[in-house]
């Protein structure tokens, strides 16, 4: 097992500590700040030649058509390898998209062999999302923990890690219009291979730029009452990179959409990165090998 960097802070679950008050705050209208992403050189062990304190997903969705699981089971792999050195691996939220494991196909079922043959090897938390209604059913199956939310001290630092959806009230107001508004998300997938449609579509609506907004606001207000400096989230699907001077906001992303995303935590630093980018690199390494004299 990796030697373990942070520290982690035990947490009562959300449900038993009843839900906090935000208070409600105006802000002019959202713009998705691009995220810096940073390239595959940032994964390189010999970066500090320390493993990450953590690396975490969110929002994998196995079961859906969307899922990019031939690409996530490549990051699994190498994480196993140590190509990317982790501690510990942190889902954070919606690993699968239902409950119907008919929808799995041999992709998907091979990230759940490599979560589990992973599990023994390093600490993997599994943080229950909407869509994760049966986490307490498999998680013993996988070898993982799940919680509701998480906490780890990193550098010094306390970094909260919770989904996100118990801050969006537009998914319990509406649930017909969220249905629907998947619908156009997934079409818009299927007839564009590269995903540029439906994201445009995404950061279009005005419906889900003030969902955004609202979960980072409330994230942001939460773990400042829970003593973070740091807060990561899901269930957005969209990335962002934030380090405020007060309470940091980070989202990774989600795995149904290109390029993937994620996060690493080492020594209090948060980073989102994209698997994409990495994939090039591999690319060119291939195409264009070292030669050496003779």
Not at 23 to 48: N, Q
Not at 62 to 76: D, E, T
Not at 196 to 223: H, M, P, V, W
């Amino acid at each position: 097992m990796m030697p373990n960097t942070g520290t982690d802070r035990d947490v009562l679950p959300f449900s038993e500590r009843g839900q906090t008050a935000v208070t409600e705050r105006y802000a002019p209208p959202f713009e998705p700040v691009a995220a810096p992403i940073h390239p595959a050189s940032h994964l390189a062990k010999s970066d500090a030649d320390l493993p990450f304190d953590a690396v975490v997903l969110s929002d994998i969705h196995l079961g859906s058509g969307n899922c990019q699981a031939k690409s996530l089971c490549r990051f699994l792999e190498m994480v196993h390898e140590e190509e990317i050195a982790t501690s510990r691996l942190i889902l954070n939220g919606d690993v699968f998209d239902s409950i119907d494991f008919r929808r799995l196909n041999k992709h998907h079922w091979k990230v759940l062999s490599l979560i589990r043959k992973l599990s023994d090897r390093i600490d993997i938390i599994w943080i229950s999302g909407n869509h994760d209604v049966s986490s307490e059913i498999i998680s013993p199956l996988l070898g993982v923990t799940v919680k509701e939310e998480y906490i780890l001290t990193s550098g010094g630092r306390d970094v909260l890690f919770l989904h996100g959806h118990i801050f969006d009230e537009f998914l319990d107001a509406h649930p017909v219009l969220t249905w629907l508004g998947d619908c156009v998300y997934l079409f818009l997938q299927w007839v564009d291979q590269t995903h540029y449609f439906a994201k445009l579509a995404k950061k279009g609506s005005k419906t889900f730029l003030r969902c955004a907004q609202k979960i980072e606001e409330e994230a942001i207000e939460y773990a400042r009452k829970r003593g973070c400096e740091i807060v990561c989230c899901g269930h957005t699907h969209h990335s962002t990179a934030k380090p405020l001077p007060s309470i940091a906001y980070y989202n990774s992303g989600c795995w149904t959409e290109l390029p993937c995303t994620y996060l690493t935590l080492r020594a209090g630093r948060v980073a989102l990165h994209s698997f994409e980018s990495l994939r090039l690199q591999e690319k060119s390494s291939s195409a264009h090998p070292t030669s050496h004299g003779g």
